[in-house]
């Protein structure tokens, strides 16, 4: 692959980058301040159980990667695109995803606890038994995306997209969901005890049933089932 320019911006090739990668966090991080105009194109990469903790990859192209159970915590992946990118068991703590691209991402059980994701991209993500516990989700786009049995205790959800997202099962006690879209959403099972900025009107657009879990001061809607 030869090198190209995108909107102004070099691109390396692939496998040049992925060789400097795999010499270690310090070794990649050490190219990209030497780099700081760089877009690492790291597309459809192979980094499964990768070792990349801190690592800087903001911006980079990582759709359709391969990084199931990579070590990922703390690393910087602000404006990164993921989509369709497999991290299924992958450790994200703390990792900085803001205005990520993660549309349609394989996120199964992945490690996203304290995670800042403001702005990002997860439409249609999978997230089932995800750990998103007091992870900044503000602004996020989640419409569509599968948060059956994910922990999301005390997340910060404010304006975010939850349109037709399925939080089955899901953990939301504490959570801050002011002015957060529900409609849609299947909350069966779901819990939102002490939930903050929750309306009834929030409530009403969404679908639960008499296992939801509920903040003191609002009413199960007639509409849900049971």
Same mark, same amino acid.
């Given at each position: 692959m030869q090198a190209s320019f995108l909107e102004g911006t070099y691109v390396m090739a692939n496998g040049k980058q992925l060789s400097i990668l795999k010499q270690g966090v310090a070794a990649w991080n050490q190219w990209r301040d030497s780099h700081p105009k760089s877009r690492p194109d790291l597309h459809d990469c192979e980094l499964g159980s990768a070792e990349l903790g801190g690592a800087h990859l903001e911006q980079a192209d990582l759709c359709d990667g391969h990084l199931d159970a990579a070590k990922l915590e703390g690393a910087r992946l602000d404006? !990164?695109? +993921?989509?369709? !990118?497999? +991290?299924?068991? !992958?450790? +994200?703590h703390e990792a900085h995803l803001e205005e990520a691209n993660l549309s349609s991402a394989h996120l199964e059980r992945a490690r996203l606890d304290k995670a800042h994701l403001e702005g990002a991209d997860l439409w249609e993500a999978d997230l089932e038994g995800a750990n998103l516990e007091d992870a900044s989700l503000e602004g996020a786009d989640l419409g569509g995306a599968c948060l059956e049995r994910a922990l999301l205790n005390r997340a910060e959800l404010r304006g975010a997209c939850l349109r037709m997202a399925n939080l089955e099962g899901a953990g939301l006690v504490g959570a801050n969901l002011e002015g957060a879209m529900l409609t849609g959403a299947h909350v069966e099972g779901a819990d939102f005890r002490d939930a903050k900025g929750l309306t009834q009107e929030q409530i009403e657009s969404a679908q639960g049933d008499p296992l939801t879990g509920l903040p003191e001061g609002l009413q199960r809607p007639e509409h849900w089932r049971g």
């Open positions: 404006s !990164a695109d +993921l989509g369709r !990118a497999h +991290l299924h068991d !992958a450790d +994200l």
